[in-house]
């Protein structure tokens, strides 16, 4: 089976799977971070190496200050005690986004989750939370303009030499899913899915089980990737 090695998910559709239950917004964040905890583990079950998952963005500050709290609550509980399934199956996990305006408490509690699975090879969870990918290439320019000042020599730099200057050292994403029905990629991981294969799906997210990431495999699995060449038979 051709399984995608990177992985990424925009995990839209909390909001409106509470709603319509008649719950608080915040619920279906909560649901939505068990079905967060399951497809991790199933991924790598899968044979996905990387799962990258998009969180909480730069611009999701703009939410009322009740969301936002909870969410940072969410993440705290989670990595502080909810994360030890992820740990016990090998997983490391690294969190991606600027850490400015993050709350203290939180800023320990990735510390404490990124700490605590450090050693982890089973596979990786990349959390992106006060994550946007202009600001992450833009970090990246500013840490590259460092090093050509102290004497980097860029005369043969590549496209493949600029990942080591994003947030995580990670391979290219392979395929991206998006749940809850909207067509965007609402500024995510802009470099790393130069390549990627394109998912969407209607499901909200926490509904978004093993089966549902089941078919966005057979899809990858039944795409032929070109990468801007032709395929084995067409060039033949
Ligand atoms: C987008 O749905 C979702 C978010 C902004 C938050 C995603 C967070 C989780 C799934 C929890 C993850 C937990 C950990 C520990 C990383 P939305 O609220 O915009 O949904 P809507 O479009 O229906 O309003």
């Given at each position: ?58 611009d999701n500050f703009k939410r009322s200050k009740e969301e936002v709290d909870y969410l940072m609550d ?160 067409e060039n033949n």
């Amino acid at each position: 089976m051709n399984v995608p090695k990177h992985v990424a998910i925009i995990m839209d559709g909390n909001g409106r799977w509470a709603t319509n239950r008649g719950l608080k917004r915040s619920m279906g964040h909560l649901e939505g971070s068990k079905t967060l905890e399951k497809l991790a583990i199933h991924a790598i079950d899968m044979g996905v190496k990387i799962l990258s998952v998009y969180a909480f963005s730069t611009d999701n500050f703009k939410r009322s200050k009740e969301e936002v709290d909870y969410l940072m609550d969410l993440f705290i509980k989670m990595f502080n005690t909810k994360f030890e399934k992820i740990n016990k199956k090998g997983i490391k996990v690294v969190i991606s986004g600027r850490k400015e305006n993050l709350r203290a408490d939180v800023i320990e509690a990735i510390n404490t989750i990124e700490e605590k699975t450090k050693n982890n090879s089973a596979g990786i969870l990349n959390i992106c939370l006060n994550y946007g990918g202009q600001e992450e290439i833009i970090d990246g320019a500013i840490k590259l303009a460092e090093d050509i000042k102290n004497g980097l020599d860029i005369k043969n730099f590549t496209k493949e030499d600029f990942y080591h200057y994003l947030y995580q050292d990670l391979p290219p994403i392979d395929l991206l899913i998006r749940t809850g029905g909207e067509l965007r990629l609402s500024n995510f991981m802009l470099y790393e899915l130069s390549y990627s294969e394109f998912y969407f799906t209607n499901t909200l997210f926490p509904d978004f089980d093993k089966s549902e990431f089941n078919k966005a495999l057979f899809m990858y699995e039944h795409t032929d990737r070109r990468f801007g060449g032709l395929n084995v038979k067409e060039n033949n």
